[in-house]
């Protein structure tokens, strides 16, 4: 059983930085593709970017440019990094990771505003 736990989140203006982690437990996280989604209120969870154990990367075309996903399998963590925060990125942003099984973080809130 893997357990994934988000945090990094909180109150940004726009434009401003913000760095998201997620911890997995266990001893998998090098088997695990892993990815960032989130869901602002009122809409579907969405794919944000997402790295396979090979590194592979892709990036959601609303947020190219502008964020950069990456994973420390040392650490058994993802990380994800915002930068040039938009309002319309305001969300929970949720953890996820794929082998023999799905698995989700708890998700922890990104709020951009002035």
């Known amino acids: 059983q893997v357990q994934l736990v988000e945090s990094g989140g909180g109150l940004v203006q726009p434009g401003g930085s913000l760095r998201l982690s997620c911890a997995a437990s266990?001893?998998?996280?090098?088997?695990?593709?892993m990815g960032w989604y989130r869901q602002a209120p009122g809409y579907q969870r969405e794919l944000v970017a997402r790295?396979?154990?090979?590194?592979?990367?892709y990036y959601a075309d609303s947020v190219k440019d502008r964020f950069t996903i990456s994973r420390d399998n040392a650490k058994n963590t993802v990380y994800l990094q915002m930068n040039s925060l938009k309002p319309e990125d305001t969300a929970v942003y949720y953890c996820r990771g794929s082998y023999l099984g799905v698995y989700w973080g708890q998700g922890t809130q990104v709020t951009v505003s002035s």
């Open positions: 790295i396979t154990t090979g590194g592979s990367i």
């Open positions: 266990g001893s998998a996280f090098s088997s695990l593709n």
